[in-house]
């Protein structure tokens, strides 16, 4: 109603529409509006003439007069009225759908960026500086000029930064003076003013007009906007000052919820990337907690078949040696018995079938010891020492692990030791046995799948060498097989990443690994070409410190 009553020329009802649409604002605790309201209506009543009232709204609101310094160069707190033509009055509309567009914006960078460019629009400035204070300092956190499309914002400048010129980028005393009395202040003739005429930007820019306003939200200094107009004297006028203090006011509620929305985002991006870490954690522990069930459900089971295939096979054993003494003396008695010149061809015939029985005998023997072999090599393996640490010699761990590969991959594979150095140190055994058997038995699948596509392809090869470098050990796994694509080595060792066919493999072999291997506070290096192989290096300090 107030904004409709300006057009009609009734002055009296446009003035009381402004002053009872002021308390109205007052009586909802909406200062900014309500000010805005009673300065409109206050400026009516002087174009009445009910210079009466226009005197008690200025005795009970003091804030509506003008108050300058001696000069007239200063303005400070809001400027006061003066008459103007219906044509200068403000645009109440414009102002409110200025404000409402910047209480729109949540993203503080485009929230900036609409401020500025607003406040440069309506408040008739060439040049928009913003400031907000953060961790006690403040910061140029937008500047925007004429012949700039959008903003620079979030550059957290500080006040006195300085350009290549070695030239401040701001008039630093007077926007520390706005910080420290936290109110307005217009400077229309620099040189006629004595408070900042020395300031070295001022002097070397010269602006015709200058405005820095403090943005004020519950008493609570939250920014400062600079303004200049290097071309027109007078250009910050009482109404744009008027715009200014509605957009400030709305500026400082949408800067403060641009805030604690950007710290809201930042805290759940923090927290989704701990919950990320957390549970790629759980499945790495869930994974190390399958295999290590795996491993003491093995340990329990080749102890028990260890027990029970330990007495027959010595049984086996013994057996065997009883029956090559007996025979042993059966053929020399034999023998004995047919000494003559006519038994040559008959002792000959004995002969070759004694030979065959102890051929057959060496064979039950080489057989029993290589079970004995296996059996002591798969408790070796899958012995329960998790939280035992044991000084352990490297080359006979690789050697029981690969005791138990060798067998089933020797006919197209050819393992090669290459066995330099086999220092001693602090180790889990049972542990970097897993290490070592899931690298050999992959390399031994790169190998295979190679063989069934490359049909020229003939015998594959895992070369283990072993080097000690300074005070590190180098274990290095070489193979010939498929090789990898850099994508896949890049994910080899996250859990539940597999390149295998669906049950062939669960992902976690390289993923638990590298646990292990970090574990004993070594690492894990993985070179690999498609089409020519892979080597794997794992090197471990000499003395590792071990929880």
């Known amino acids: 109603m107030a904004m409709r009553m300006e057009y009609t020329g009734i002055l009296q009802d446009e003035a009381l529409a402004n002053e009872l649409f002021a308390k109205f604002w007052f009586a909802r605790e909406k200062q900014e509006l309500g ?97 907000l204070e953060k961790e006690e300092e403040w910061l140029i956190e937008a500047d925007i000029s004429v012949d700039q499309q959008t903003a620079s914002v979030l550059q957290a400048l500080p006040l006195d930064v300085q350009d290549e010129q070695k030239y401040p980028l701001l008039p630093v005393s007077l926007v520390q003076y706005v910080i420290r009395a936290q109110t307005p202040v217009v400077i229309n003739d620099i040189e006629g003013q004595e408070r900042f005429s020395s300031d070295s930007y001022l002097q070397r820019v010269q602006p015709q007009s200058v405005l820095c306003y403090p943005i004020v939200k519950q008493r609570e200094l939250t920014g400062v906007i600079y303004l200049e107009n290097r071309l027109t004297p007078n250009a910050f006028t009482r109404d744009r000052l ?71 096979v010595n049984f086996l054993s013994l057996g065997s040696e009883l029956l090559n003494q007996e025979l042993t003396r059966f053929k020399q008695l034999l023998l004995e018995s047919l000494v003559g010149e006519n038994e040559h061809e008959i002792i000959s015939i004995f002969e070759q079938r004694f030979d065959h029985f102890f051929q057959t005998l060496n064979s039950i023997r080489e057989g029993s010891v290589r079970v004995k072999t296996i059996v002591q090599d798969l408790r070796t393996f899958t012995k329960l020492d998790e939280t035992e640490k044991q000084i352990s010699h490297v080359v006979e761990c690789l050697q029981t692990t690969l005791h138990l590969i060798e067998t089933q991959y020797k006919d197209h594979i050819d393992f090669v030791c290459d066995f330099h150095d086999n220092p001693a140190f602090e180790c889990y055994p049972a542990q970097l046995n897993q290490v070592f ?111």
């Open 35 to 131: 000010q805005f309201s009673l300065k409109k209506a206050h400026h009516c009543y002087q174009r009445w003439g009910a210079a009466a009232k226009a005197g008690l709204l200025e005795e009970k609101y003091p804030w509506l007069v003008l108050r300058q310094s001696g000069n007239g160069s200063i303005t400070e707190n809001v400027v006061g009225s003066s008459l103007r033509s219906s044509s200068d009055v403000l645009d109440f509309s414009s102002v409110m759908k200025a404000s409402q567009t910047i209480s729109g914006e949540i993203q503080l960078e485009s929230l900036l960026n609409r401020i500025m460019m607003l406040i440069n629009e309506n408040a008739g400035a060439q040049r928009g500086v913003l400031l």
């Open 242 to 312: 008027e715009v200014l203090g509605v957009l400030s006011s709305q500026a400082a509620i949408s800067i403060e919820n641009a805030r604690l929305y950007s710290h809201l985002e930042h805290l759940v991006e923090q927290r989704t990337e701990e919950l990320s870490e957390s549970l790629r954690h759980l499945k790495v522990t869930q994974a190390e907690l399958v295999q290590s069930k795996k491993m003491a459900g093995l340990g329990t089971l080749v102890a028990g078949i260890a027990h029970e295939i330990n007495n027959p």
């Open 437 to 547: 058997m899931n690298i050999l038995m992959n390399a031994c699948q790169s190998i295979e799948q190679k063989q069934q596509q490359v049909l020229e392809f003939q015998q594959g090869t895992i070369t283990i060498r072993t080097l000690l470098i300074q005070n590190e050990l180098k274990i290095s796994f070489q193979d010939n097989g498929m090789g990898m694509a850099e994508e896949v080595r890049q994910k080899i060792f996250e859990p539940f990443f597999t390149t295998k066919a669906v049950g062939m493999g669960t992902g976690l072999g390289m993923s638990i690994s590298y646990g292990i291997v970090e574990k004993h506070q070594g690492r894990i290096d993985i070179e690999s070409e498609p089409g020519q192989g892979t080597t794997v290096h794992l090197l471990f300090p000499l003395a590792p410190k071990l929880d």
